[in-house]
């Protein structure tokens, strides 16, 4: 795992000491080497954390005659059989590192070499023959890719972080960004907080010509649940025997390592079965890491207890656990983290992430997790709330309002996790129009309260609501079935958005590389491959994977009730952070700056305090925004 930046057709006098400072600031996803790459028109550098062929790897590297270099970021996992191939066809290889697979792939395939990796990547070749450079980005986005784009300048990195290391990109807010942020606890590729900066997109590719300055960028691969790629006559067993072997094959290709491993193991479904998986394929103890929080609320540790337990039970290489209870209320990590993301993203189980990436880094630097799962196998709550709200659709609108809608609003506001949380959201899915239906149920942030607090500078702007960002996709999506088109919605979105990025940041801020077994490709076109029926059955969630792996997992922990990796940030707010959260909320930028006005944040700092309505999400995510609002100042005053 490792960081890249790239300075092309740049005018600065001073692109070596840039390049350098762009590295140097993502020091941490590749503390054991660096290297750099300068001529004419480009600027590469690279950093390393070293996993396979760990003297041979550094970067930027070349083919043999020199006219192709290539910076790279991820692993591929089947760079051995593509090694196989190309030396078969008369290629010679100097490492064992699957960079160089890839700069071959390139010399024979072109930029189609990309749909041949099977990993997760980020990472930019020069062909210095044709002029031209090509970046490209894994199917689900695991690995990030920024880039500034002005007449015939490019300049990119994996971190927002680097980028900023270059004063002449303007730091002008994008509004819409910061807007969409609010509902979504992220910002929607392709945009960034700023509005001359971008994202690379999951599955894309981008060719840069370093003469005429233009570029292009496309997709190179897309999720297909249409009833076209449905495997119509595969039966439940049969499909529960190929998701097994599939998920098998693709724990296995991640075991591939030069340095120690392990996996995150949580007490839920899916990082339960990657876990036994490893344990069926190792020929030692695997290494398992879970954190415990002192609020039993979000205190999963009993659950993988038991689990540790149950492996272990005539097991001829028993679990090595580790476990430790951390102290997530350092708020001095807060603002670590919120430079490390280097825009406003508020998911707040960022932090118990980074510390369990922190701890786990301490034995390992690689470790294997379960993310992916829910939205490959309909494992969310919400898309059987999607399903039974439809059920109510017969009736018009107005009178589902009255209905369901009313007595929503008369609840009061006591937070998603409560038993009066979740009976509000369903009865907002019932009243809304079905379209809305699901920005409704993922918003943390509504369009009413957002404008409730808005100060005079985004008076002017014209905001396009965040449902918007959702409607674009999910009209697109190919699938039929709604809850099945919220799925591949959230593939395109919410998954990339949150669940990656904070995989990524997290593990990359401690230097661990996260590696995630379902977020393979093949088992992704599996499962879309699906009938939603072997997903989804009655109120039986991830249906099928449960059913593929009953012989491994207990029923206590298949049919246990989805706790998430959250954090209590409702007794926080009341508690220990509250008089930091004023402070900043109250006399910080977000005021002083007329983003928002004094009066209606003294308001819903009031009524959380007092118990009246939980305000957690809204108030963490302004929280996030003013940290990195200050920060930002702090960086241009320096």
């Known amino acids: 795992m490792c960081g890249i930046a790239g300075i092309i057709n740049s005018s600065d006098s001073r692109v070596e000491e840039l390049i350098h400072n762009m590295t140097d600031a993502i020091r941490h996803r590749g503390p054991n080497d660096s290297g750099y790459f300068i001529d004419e028109n480009v600027a590469l550098g690279h950093r390393r954390l070293s996993i396979i ?10 083919n043999a005659d020199k006219t192709i270099a290539i ?19 008369g290629c010679t290889f100097k490492t064992r590192c699957d960079t160089e697979v890839i ?26 023959r044709q002029g031209k450079l090509l970046l490209a980005r894994d199917r689900m986005g695991q690995k990030p890719l920024f880039y500034y784009h002005k007449e015939k300048e490019l300049i990119f990195c994996s971190e927002l972080k680097g980028l900023k290391q270059n004063s002449n990109i303007a730091r002008e807010y994008n509004y819409q960004s910061i807007h969409d942020y609010l509902s979504l606890q992220y910002i929607p590729s392709p945009h960034t907080v700023y509005r001359n900066v971008f994202k690379l997109p999951p599955g894309n590719l981008l060719e840069f010509d370093i003469t005429e300055g233009t570029m292009k960028v496309e997709s190179y691969w897309n ?23 599939l998920l098998t094959k693709s724990v296995k290709r991640r075991l591939m390592s030069d340095v120690p491993y392990g996996v995150f193991l949580s007490g839920g479904l899916d990082s339960s079965i990657i876990t036994g998986i490893m344990m069926e394929l190792c020929d030692h103890p695997v290494k398992a890491f879970t954190i415990g929080f002192s609020e039993a609320k979000y205190d999963e540790r009993a659950y993988a207890e038991k689990l540790v337990q149950h492996f272990n039970v005539g097991s001829k290489y028993p679990l090595e656990y580790h476990v430790k209870v951390v102290n997530a209320q350092d708020f001095d990590i807060v603002k670590k983290l919120v430079r490390h993301c280097g825009e406003p993203y508020s998911d707040a189980s960022i932090l118990p992430t980074y510390f369990l990436s922190e701890f786990t880094n301490k034995h390992v630097r690689v470790a294997l997790s379960g993310d ?7 494992g969310y709550e919400r898309y059987l709330l999607m399903r039974y709200s439809q059920c109510f659709d017969f009736m018009p609108v107005f009178l589902r309002k009255i209905l369901f809608g009313l007595p929503a609003n008369l609840i009061p506001n006591k937070g998603d996790r409560s038993f009066v949380g979740r009976l509000q959201r369903t009865l907002r899915s019932v009243a809304s129009f079905s379209d809305e239906r699901y920005i409704n149920i993922i918003s943390r942030f509504n369009e009413i309260l957002k404008s409730n607090l808005y100060g005079e500078r985004f008076a002017n702007f014209k905001f396009c609501p965040s449902y918007d960002v959702i409607s674009s996709v999910y009209n697109s999506a190919s699938a039929e079935h709604e809850v099945e088109k919220i799925m591949e919605t959230d593939l395109k979105t919410y998954l990339p958005g949150d669940i990656l990025t904070k995989i990524d940041i997290a593990s990359m801020a401690c230097s661990l590389e996260v590696r995630s077994p379902f977020m393979d490709h093949e088992v992704v076109e599996f499962a879309a491959s699906l009938p939603l029926k072997f997903k989804q059955r009655r109120v039986s969630r991830k249906h099928i994977l449960k059913h593929a792996f009953a012989d491994m997992i207990p029923s206590e922990i298949q049919n246990r ?20 959260l004023q402070e900043h909320l109250l006399e910080g930028k977000l005021v002083k700056d007329d983003f928002f006005r004094k009066d209606a944040m003294e308001k819903l700092l009031s009524d959380h305090s007092a118990g009246k309505s939980d305000h957690s999400y809204p108030l963490w995510s302004l929280l996030v925004l003013e940290l990195f609002l200050e920060q930002e100042a702090n960086d241009i005053e320096q």
Not at 53 to 62: A, E, I, T, V, Y
Not at 372 to 378: I, M, N, Q, T, V
Not at 561 to 580: A, D, I, M, N, Y
């Open 103 to 128: 700069i071959y792939l390139y010399e024979k395939y072109g930029k189609a070499c990309v749909e041949k990796l099977n990993g997760m990547f980020a990472f930019c070749i020069y062909d210095l």
């Open 71 to 89: 910076v790279f970021n991820g692993e591929i996992y089947n760079h051995n059989e593509l090694r196989s191939e190309l030396e078969h066809n």
């Open 561 to 580: 009730s989805k706790k998430g990796f959250g954090v209590p940030l409702h007794t926080w707010f009341r508690g220990p952070w509250r008089e930091q």
């Open 372 to 378: 992916g799962a829910d939205e490959l196998f309909a």
């Open 53 to 62: 062929d760990l003297k041979n790897g550094h970067q930027p590297m070349f």
């Open 223 to 245: 999720v297909d649940f249409s009833p076209a790629a449905k495997t119509t006559k595969l039966t439940f067993d049969d499909a529960k025997k190929q998701l097994r072997e």
